[in-house]
């Protein structure tokens, strides 16, 4: 059989059917080839377009949720530290009241004890017989009296004493002493075994020291 082909005036009517319907087929093949080859790349780069959405999309949730717990993390660690400046700031603002309270309770009390001294220095002055119960409790912390016994005063007092308790003094055998050096108000008793000082200036310094207070009676 001759394999060259047979010109087409020579075909016969079957021939040119055949031929024909062949190159159609060929060419439609082609031509549905070539479609499907583009159908299958669009639904590939589909497919591959919805890959890698689908990462994205992982990523970034995986992004927000790591992000989001190093946030909280930071966010716990600065609170903590905040809450402890806090602490440290409050802790240094009571103790800071508390010497304000401290100060200002030293300076009322201080205040107080000039303000009394005032008074009682006034009241010296203006009560002569202020000197009596002084001496009275003076000779009242001696355990016994024994001689010679003498109360030593300013010589104003000493003629209160001499006027007020002259004959209770001269019957427990007490010699009134008068001593300038001894400021009004005040008395210093002895006797051959015991001394009691009661002038103004160690009377004030015993209440200034039970109270813990520098406190000098003779300063203004």
Request: aromatic letters at 6%; hydrophobic letters at 40%; proline letters at 3%.
């Amino acid at each position: 059989m001759s394999s060259m082909p047979i010109p087409k005036e020579q075909q016969t009517a079957y021939q040119r059917w055949e031929m024909s319907s062949f190159a159609q087929a060929d060419q439609a093949g082609a031509v549905h080839s070539s479609q499907s080859k583009k159908k299958d790349t669009g639904a590939a780069s589909s497919k591959i377009a919805e890959v890698f959405e689908s990462v994205r999309k992982e990523a970034y949730a995986k992004g927000l949720q790591e992000g989001f717990a190093v946030g909280m993390a930071k966010a716990k660690e600065t609170a903590h530290e905040d809450k402890q400046n806090f602490s440290a700031l409050a802790a240094a603002f009571v103790d800071a009241l508390k010497v304000a309270d401290e100060k200002i309770e030293e300076n009322i009390l201080e205040l107080a004890l000039d303000i009394a001294k005032a008074m009682l220095k006034a009241k010296l002055k203006a009560d002569p017989e202020a000197i009596l119960p002084v001496v009275r409790d003076a000779m009242h912390y001696l355990p016994y009296v024994q001689k010679p016994a003498r109360i030593s005063v300013h010589h104003e007092d000493a003629r209160i004493l001499r006027e007020q308790l002259g004959d209770e003094l001269s019957e427990q055998v007490w010699l009134i002493q008068e001593d300038n050096n001894i400021e009004r108000g005040g008395c210093l008793v002895e006797t051959g075994a015991n001394q009691i000082d009661a002038t103004n200036a160690v009377r004030w310094k015993r209440i200034s020291d039970a109270l813990g207070q520098k406190n000098d009676w003779l300063l203004p």
